[in-house]
Structures are given as structure tokens and as C-alpha cells.
């Protein structure tokens, strides 16, 4: 790709000579007004009206732009590459960058001056400095990982201070035996308790087992003699030996224990500490946590005594039933170990790290899901939480995030987005980027943070540097001109996203209870639990059925109430009297409750369990002895009817619609819907909303003009013809919005001309230039087979004037053509509609730009830009970069990983195929 080289008050830097152009078809200006001098503005409407939102989106604010996860490779930095990649971050309508220093790519050559940096060493530090410095000059939010890779360790974490894990052995003992021996105990390991009884290795009574009171001595621990073989089980506080995932160089080391203050605080000190500093005065926005991968670690070095002060009893004596028992006492046992590191977790983990952001004026973001057991209220203690995963018809982490987000009164709930975006890197459309970026909004997500860019060193062959297991969003891929398009529709639905309040009727109960006492030693995750609770079938009864849902726990309920019309049981055995007097005390006031399935049971804990049990069964009996308030259901299955028992649908749709979504957003004075049809075939569907307004209003979220649909004096059933993946946002509003044209009877769209012959095309990159009889790939010649990049189609179209008089006259390229998962493809998700235009395209009439094609319906608006008589009708057309890296040999990266250990392995990458290019099917111009 061409660079144009600028001069910057800085440092030289440079600008793809793509960019400058689309920056001036963007609006986007690196020039700011003379000091003093300040536009006049019109008055403002009253903030938070359905005015006010309405003119934020048309033009949303700069804090709803996405953001890049910004992976640094090495690091293998330097400063003219920094400023040039934020410059071009900001020309494509990105807001700001999230720095994560990761595994080395490239190996140091002096030849070159290539270097890595080493993690937090001065050469590290200076970038660093550098990099907050160009972002806060150029308005650009900087968010910082407080470790390199993931989760928080490194080189500093001691033994002793490492993530941990009980371990356990076993020792059969012969008849008559006096002494076994003790398994080896290694550093920052401690032998707690043996136990023997009867039985072998493979089998025995684990309640039965008899704790050993003998301390060992020279290796060895006795035993009272006995006739039968037995068993001897060894507890041992040990260490998961786990070592920080994809570390920068010099960043490796073990994960420490998140269990543990003295960790956490070490971490803080010798790490975060030294990374803030690097931003002097100008401290990031917010310092990052990604999700909590800390797998096998079950085990702190005072869990003991902990356990002991929280659950009110000794937990030593039951730890033969904890890791293997199979009765209702083992499960008990294990609720109260996994309530226990729960609460370790956020005393010693998430609230010293926030403390401590507070404490250095930013914030907290953190991905608050995975292994250690952390809730949906631990996302209480952080000011800024996330989620992660598109799955927005089933369980789903990001809903966990946003539901916390909702209740415990946070309004920006970022996700990371585009994780495993359409497998291998490259490989990634815009439209896949909108189908899964949908996804996340419908789950009530208003920040995205994207996976990723990938900085990339001078010199580096096109198309760059990428992430092993991500999609690539840089200048360096070859449909970035459309991304200016793409990130202002991303960021103008993020912005309505934030306004007004959430109105989700359906609150989910997470049986944590339930999942804690399915937890196993190794294996403590309450996320990783609840798709046994949270099953697709009950989400797709709450979704199909015309409401949306959020998520909601024991501890939120007795935080702050429960502030939904319906909440749904689903599956729940155990459930504490506290919990249970709260769901009907909102039950009384009004609240309707379902259980699906069981009606709770059991109280969760082992301590007075049969005596609190009694007290749980006479508070549900008394509950749902009312069907007016409580009803109990059979199965998923049943939901949506007993749902519409007991409320109106939100937004009830008929007609032809696949898995059609929506947000609900209410303000003072309007009803903000953001309706989705979310899968690869047109919607032909209407819907009628619960809200009661006189207007209703279609937002155009990419261009924001406003349609009046109001068809009478009070506001009834809405047309929803929706492309694939096209998504609308309606306003229902007691007065008529401003500036919204009245919807016209809906008019067929007619062919004009057929204009799909006789394309002359250029290459410019390749000085290759032809005509096309008919369309045709690029992958069907030889010379551009392997070709990633842009060709510019052009042609002369004759237009009378009785053809332009009152008519909407559109460059139409066809419909994009459905397609099933790839089942070689095993991670990620993807649009299943391939594009007439491959992958994208940029209209231009008689040398004015008329717009993007990227997205259903594939058609341009040029009738203000045509006259009468001959028109000169331009086509840039860009494809992927796959093309380009089918043609060569994928990179060989043995001695890197002799060097520092294989710390990645390139996703899908092997055995690539160049993918069909250009305009492939008929072009029309289209009249109405």
C-alpha cells in the first residue's frame, strides 16, 4: 500500500495516501479552529429530551467511537509508527486504542535496527510515554493493560505468590502397615491434612475417611496398624504452575493468585505503579482487565482459616468429601468453598485494583467472567464492566456484563468485540464486523472495543503484522476506505445505546447457589456453569416472544430489589430463606414470578442445612401458593406462553422474521427501539410495541434522517422490511420529531439499465487495465489472481431528463447470496451472505462521491448526482488481503520459537485459497 509522507509538529510521520482522501470524505480534520475562536451553535434542546438524542445521532459524540484493542509485537515499536498508526486510528473514525504489549513476532536483527523492546524497560517506557503523549494531542482514548498478555503476572511473581490449587494424592497401605509415605512437597507448596480409611486409589467411603493427626517425619507419616488394606489421602496447598499467556518479551512468569492481597498489592507496586507513571499528568482513561483465565487455581494459603470465619465452621475435616464426595453434604461443602473464593476474589482482587485505579484518577475495566468463581455483583466493585461473545440467543458473558451494568446503575458497558471474527486473520468483512457488532447491542452493549489492530513495523511485507486469532481492522487491509462508514454506524447506534434508561422486563435468576455446588477442584467457574441453567430454549422463549431480558443474582436482589415486572426461576433447587422472603416481597407488591421447572428446595450451605431447609420449603410453598404471583412451569418450552400470561409482549412481531431482536431504551418523553434482524434473509414482518405514544418515527442508523411513520391518530402496527442483517431504529414520541419526512406509499423499485457489460477496470497497483465483457472475478486471471488491493471500474451511462424528474434513481449491484457455517471453521462467527461486490466498493458519479457498498441492500442513492445526458460512473472495488497471502508462503516461525518458546500458533492460516474478487453479478440502475 502507497504511504504519502506529512510532517507533524512532533516527529516525521506517515499517512496511507487512501487515508488523507477518505479523512476529507469523512469530515475528518487534524486541523483544529485558531485558539478563542468558537462556532456559534443553535440552542440546545433540553438534554436527555428525544430532541437532544436525536440531534446526538445525527452527530454522535467522539466517547461513542469504538475502540482498538492495539496489540504491540515484541514490543517492536518506534515512535513515527505510533503517531502514524493513532493518526490513521482517528481518520477511520476510531476513538481510541486499548495498549496490549504482546509475544515478539520477529526476531532482533541489527542488520535491519530492528529490536525488540523488553517489557518495562526504559527503551518500553519512553513509547509508552510517547504514545499517551501523541493520543491526548490528537483526542484519542487510551485504555492500558496493567500486565502484558494475560491474566496479570510476569517475571515478578514469586512461588509464593502464584496462582494456586489444592492438590491431591492418594496411597494405598497394605495390611498392617505403620508408615506410608509422604509425596514429595516442592517449593511453595504445604502439605494440610491426611486422612486414611478403608478402600483403594480408585474407590472408597469419602465421608468415612479419618483424619490423620500425626506430623510427618524423614518423608514418612505413621499409621495405627490394621488388618485391611487401606487408603491414604494426602491434601496439599500447591501451585498451578500457569504462566502468563502471549507475554511481550522479558513478560513471562507465572499468573499470580488472584486470591491472594499480598499478590495482588505486589503487582500493583512493581508493575501498574511504574506503567501509570509513564503518563505523568495525562492518566489512561482506564486501566483493563481481560477475562479471568486463571485455570485450575481453587486454593489460597489461608483459605482455611478464611473458610472457617466466613461458613462457621472447619473446613479441614471435610475435605475428602469436598473433592470426591457425591452426596448432598459434598455438594453443600462445595457451595460454601466456591461462596468462599468468590468473596476472596473480590475483596482481594477487584476491589484493590479498583481502589487503587481511583486512587491514580482512572478507571477500572474489567472483564469480570471465567476461572476464578468472580459473580454477576462482583461487577459491582468495578466502574467499568465487560463482557465478551456474540452469543446473544444463549448464555452469554456479555449479557452477564450488561445485566450488572443495569442493575447496579452503570450506563456504558463495553464488550470485547470481533474476538474470532470470520477465522483466519484477514478474512473479515465489514459486514461480518455489523452482524456480530448487532449482536453485542442487542445484549446492551454501548462501548465496543475491538479485536484488534495490530501494529505493524516499517518495512513489513503487506498486508502486515496480525494477531494469531483475530481479525485485522488496520490500514493495511485493502477494504479500509469503507471504514469511516462502518465505525460512524457502529458509533452513532453506541451513542443511542447510552440514552435514557434500559426497560427490559424479563430478569433471570443465576442459580449460583446451584452452580457452586456443581463445582469440582480444578474447575470453580460460575459462568462456565450456567448454560446448564441458562439454556438456549428459555433465552429463544424470552427473545421469540417479544421481550429482552437481563440477568440477576441472589446478591443483587438483596442490594438493590428486583426491578423487573417478571422474574423467572429457571431450574433453581437452593435458595436462602433471605433470598426467598425478598422474591416475595416482590411478588406481593406486584412482581410475577416463574419457576421453571423445580420450585427451590434446599438451602445452599452445609451448616444447619436441614433445619434452614425446612424454612425454604415453607416460604415456597407459601409463594406459589398463590398463582397470581407465582407460577411454576414444566420446562423451557413453556416460558413464552406463561410470559404473555403475565405481560404484554414489549415488541410483538408477525409475518415473516428469523431471529429478529431488539433494545428498548426509555426516555422522559419517547420510546427508543433498535430493532435487528439479525440473520442472512429479508424480514417481511410488522411489529406492534407495548409503548402507548401518538408518533412513530424510523431512524436511519447510517445516515440518522428521520421517517415519520405514524399512519393515524394513535400509533399501530409498524412495517418491518428488513434486508439481512439490516437493522432500524423506530422512536414512539408524543410530539413529531423534527426535520422527519412523511413516509411515501411504498413504491416497487424498477429497472432503468442494465449496466453489468463493458466495465473498463484498472489495477493501479499492477499498471494492469481492460474491459470486461461480462463480470468476472479477479482469481479468474492469472495476472490478478493473487491480487489484494483496489481496481477502479468505470463507465459512461446516458440518463434522460423524463427519468430523473421526481424519481429515486439508484446504482443497484443485486443481492448478496446465502450461505451455510463453514464446518472447517471452529471458532468464531461470521455474516452467512456473501456480497455481489467482493468485498467492497466505493460509488463516485461524474467524480463526486456518492457512498459505500458493503452492507444489504447493495444499492446507492445517486439521483442527486446525475444529470442529463452522458454520467461518469466510477467503481473502486476493494477485496481481502487472503489473496495476497495465498500466493506466498505462510511464515516460518521455528527459530522465534527457539528463541522465546512457541507463544502463539497462527489461526486457519494454512492451506489458504484466493477468494473471488470484483463486481460478480449484475449492476443496474434502479428507479422508483
Same mark, same amino acid.
Given at each position: 500500500m502507497k504511504r504519502t509522507k506529512i510532517k507533524t509538529d512532533a516527529a516525521e510521520s506517515f499517512i496511507p495516501g487512501r487515508v488523507r482522501r477518505w479523512m476529507f470524505c469523512a469530515g475528518v480534520s487534524l486541523l483544529t479552529l485558531p485558539q478563542g475562536v468558537r462556532a456559534q451553535a443553535p440552542t440546545a434542546p433540553e438534554k436527555g429530551s428525544i430532541a437532544a438524542v436525536q440531534a446526538g445521532f445525527q452527530t454522535p459524540p467522539d466517547d461513542a467511537r469504538i475502540m482498538m484493542r492495539w496489540w504491540w509485537f515484541g514490543p517492536a515499536v518506534v515512535k513515527p509508527e505510533l503517531e502514524r498508526e493513532i493518526l490513521a486510528m482517528k481518520a477511520g473514525g476510531i476513538g481510541g486504542f486499548e495498549i496490549q504489549p504482546v509475544y515478539a513476532v520477529a526476531l532482533d536483527d541489527k542488520a535491519k535496527d530492528f529490536k525488540n523492546l523488553p517489557y518495562l524497560s526504559d527503551g518500553f517506557m519512553d513509547v509508552l510515554k510517547f504514545t499517551g503523549e501523541k493520543a491526548h494531542e490528537n483526542g484519542m482514548r487510551v485504555d492500558l493493560t496493567l500486565a502484558s498478555g494475560w491474566p496479570y503476572g510476569g517475571p515478578h511473581v514469586s512461588i509464593d505468590e502464584a496462582s494456586s490449587r489444592l492438590r491431591f494424592a492418594a496411597e494405598e497401605l497394605p495390611a498392617n502397615a505403620a508408615s506410608v509415605t509422604v509425596p514429595s512437597i516442592g517449593n511453595g507448596e504445604k502439605l494440610i491434612a491426611v486422612f486414611t480409611g478403608e478402600g483403594n486409589a480408585k474407590k472408597y467411603d469419602a465421608a468415612s475417611m479419618m483424619k490423620l493427626t500425626a506430623a510427618p517425619s524423614e518423608g514418612r507419616i505413621a499409621v495405627a496398624p490394621s488388618k485391611h488394606t487401606r487408603v491414604v489421602l494426602f491434601f496439599i496447598a500447591s501451585r498451578?504452575?500457569?504462566?502468563?499467556? +502471549?507475554?511481550?518479551?522479558? !513478560?513471562?512468569?507465572?499468573?499470580?493468585? @488472584?486470591?491472594?492481597?499480598?499478590?495482588?498489592?505486589?503487582?500493583?507496586?512493581?508493575?501498574?505503579?511504574?506503567? %501509570?507513571? =509513564?503518563?505523568?499528568?495525562? /492518566?489512561?482513561?482506564?486501566?483493563?482487565?481481560?477475562?479471568?483465565?486463571?485455570? *485450575? =487455581?481453587?486454593?489460597?494459603?489461608?483459605?482455611?482459616? &478464611?473458610?472457617?470465619?466466613?461458613r462457621g465452621y472447619d473446613l479441614t475435616p471435610h475435605l475428602p468429601e469436598l473433592w470426591s464426595g457425591t452426596g448432598p453434604g459434598a455438594a453443600a461443602l462445595r457451595r460454601d468453598w466456591g461462596l468462599t473464593l468468590t468473596e476472596l476474589i473480590d475483596e482481594r482482587y477487584l476491589t484493590p485494583v479498583n481502589d487503587w485505579a481511583k486512587a491514580h484518577h482512572t478507571q477500572f475495566r474489567s472483564q469480570t467472567y471465567g476461572e476464578p468463581a468472580v459473580s454477576l455483583s462482583s461487577n459491582n466493585l468495578v466502574a467499568l464492566p465487560e463482557g465478551e461473545g456474540p452469543q446473544w440467543r444463549a448464555f452469554s458473558f456479555t449479557r452477564l456484563a450488561s445485566s450488572a451494568s443495569h442493575l447496579y446503575d452503570r450506563n456504558v458497558t463495553s464488550a470485547e468485540t470481533w474476538t474470532w471474527l470470520h477465522s483466519p486473520a484477514f478474512r473479515a468483512t465489514p459486514l461480518d464486523m455489523k452482524a456480530e457488532a448487532d449482536r453485542f447491542f442487542l445484549q446492551g452493549v454501548n462501548q465496543l472495543i475491538g479485536h484488534g489492530w495490530p501494529y505493524t513495523a516499517p518495512g513489513v511485507e503487506e498486508p502486515g503484522w496480525a494477531f494469531y486469532a483475530a481479525a485485522v481492522f488496520n490500514d493495511h487491509n485493502p477494504w479500509w476506505p469503507v471504514m469511516p462508514e462502518v465505525t460512524k454506524y457502529l458509533q452513532r447506534v453506541s451513542y443511542l445505546m447510552r440514552q435514557g434508561k434500559p426497560a427490559n422486563d424479563i430478569a433471570v435468576l443465576l442459580p449460583n447457589d446451584d452452580a457452586y455446588a456443581e463445582f469440582k477442584p480444578g474447575h470453580v467457574t460460575l459462568s462456565g456453569e450456567m448454560a446448564k441453567y441458562i439454556t438456549p430454549g428459555l433465552i429463544e422463549q424470552v427473545l421469540n416472544n417479544g421481550y429482552n431480558l437481563d440477568y440477576i443474582d441472589a446478591e443483587a436482589i438483596q442490594k438493590v430489589g428486583i426491578p423487573y415486572p417478571v422474574l423467572v426461576l429457571p431450574h433453581v433447587d437452593r435458595m436462602s430463606p433471605e433470598t426467598l422472603k425478598a422474591i416475595a416481597a416482590y411478588a406481593a407488591k406486584g412482581g410475577k414470578v416463574i419457576a421453571v421447572g423445580s420450585l427451590p428446595a434446599h438451602a445452599p450451605g452445609f451448616a444447619h442445612e436441614e433445619e434452614l431447609s425446612k424454612q425454604v420449603a415453607g416460604l415456597t410453598q407459601k409463594l406459589f401458593a398463590d398463582p397470581k404471583q407465582a407460577r411454576q412451569i414444566t420446562g423451557d418450552a413453556d416460558l413464552g406462553a406463561a410470559l404473555k400470561q403475565a405481560l404484554t409482549p414489549d415488541m410483538a412481531v408477525t409475518g415473516t422474521a428469523s431471529e429478529m431482536g431488539f433494545v428498548h431504551r426509555k426516555l422522559a418523553d419517547a420510546d427508543v427501539y433498535f430493532v435487528v434482524n439479525s440473520s442472512n434473509v429479508p424480514a417481511h414482518a410488522s411489529a406492534t410495541f407495548r409503548a402507548s405514544r401518538e408518533f412513530v418515527t424510523a431512524l436511519d442508523p447510517f445516515t440518522g434522517a428521520a421517517t415519520d411513520m405514524t399512519s393515524g391518530p394513535v400509533a399501530g402496527p409498524v412495517a418491518l422490511e428488513l434486508a439481512p442483517y439490516e437493522s432500524r431504529v423506530f422512536v414512539l414520541s408524543d410530539k413529531a420529531l423534527p426535520g422527519a419526512v412523511k413516509a411515501a406509499p411504498e413504491k416497487p423499485w424498477a429497472p432503468l439499465a442494465d449496466i453489468s457489460h463493458d466495465w473498463k477496470v484498472a489495477f493501479p497497483a499492477l499498471k494492469i487495465a481492460k474491459t470486461e465483457p461480462q463480470p468476472a472475478s479477479w482469481t479468474d486471471d492469472a495476472a490478478t489472481r493473487y491480487f489484494s488491493g483496489e481496481a477502479v471500474y468505470t463507465k459512461s451511462v446516458r440518463v434522460e431528463a423524463k427519468d430523473l424528474k421526481g424519481a429515486e434513481i439508484a446504482l443497484d449491484f443485486g443481492v448478496g447470496t446465502p450461505v451455510?457455517?463453514?464446518?472447517?471453521?471452529?471458532?468464531?462467527? +461470521?455474516?452467512?451472505?456473501?456480497? /455481489?461486490?467482493? &468485498?467492497?466498493?466505493?460509488?463516485?458519479?461524474? *467524480?463526486?462521491?456518492?457512498?459505500?457498498?458493503?452492507?444489504? /441492500?447493495?444499492?446507492?442513492?445517486?439521483?442527486?448526482?446525475?444529470? &442529463?445526458?452522458?454520467?461518469? %460512473?466510477?467503481? $473502486?472495488?476493494?477485496?481481502?488481503?487472503?489473496?495476497?497471502? !495465498?500466493?506466498?508462503? /505462510?511464515?516460518?516461525?521455528?527459530?522465534?520459537?527457539?528463541?522465546?518458546?512457541?507463544?502463539?500458533?497462527?489461526?486457519?492460516?494454512? @492451506?489458504?485459497?484466493?477468494?473471488?474478487?470484483?463486481?460478480?453479478?449484475?449492476?443496474?440502475?434502479?428507479? $422508483?
Open positions: 498451578t504452575g500457569q504462566q502468563v499467556k +502471549r507475554a511481550a518479551v522479558d !513478560a513471562d512468569g507465572f499468573v499470580l493468585d @488472584h486470591f491472594s492481597r499480598k499478590a495482588v498489592d505486589s503487582h500493583l507496586n512493581l508493575i501498574a505503579n511504574k506503567l %501509570i507513571a =509513564a503518563f505523568g499528568d495525562n /492518566p489512561p482513561y482506564a486501566v483493563f482487565s481481560d477475562s479471568l483465565e486463571v485455570y *485450575g =487455581a481453587d486454593w489460597t494459603d489461608d483459605l482455611l482459616p &478464611e473458610f472457617e470465619k466466613r451455510v457455517v463453514d464446518p472447517a471453521i471452529k471458532a468464531g462467527m +461470521r455474516a452467512l451472505l456473501e456480497s /455481489p461486490v467482493r &468485498e467492497v466498493a466505493m460509488v463516485y458519479v461524474n *467524480g463526486k462521491r456518492a457512498g459505500g457498498v458493503w452492507h444489504p /441492500p447493495y444499492r446507492v442513492d445517486i439521483a442527486p448526482l446525475l444529470h &442529463e445526458g452522458e454520467n461518469a %460512473i466510477e467503481v $473502486r472495488v476493494d477485496n481481502l488481503a487472503i489473496n495476497t497471502l !495465498a500466493g506466498r508462503a /505462510p511464515t516460518d516461525y521455528k527459530l522465534l520459537s527457539a528463541r522465546y518458546g512457541q507463544r502463539f500458533v497462527p489461526q486457519d492460516m494454512d @492451506h489458504l485459497e484466493p477468494l473471488p474478487s470484483g463486481i460478480l453479478g449484475t449492476v443496474q440502475l434502479m428507479k $422508483r
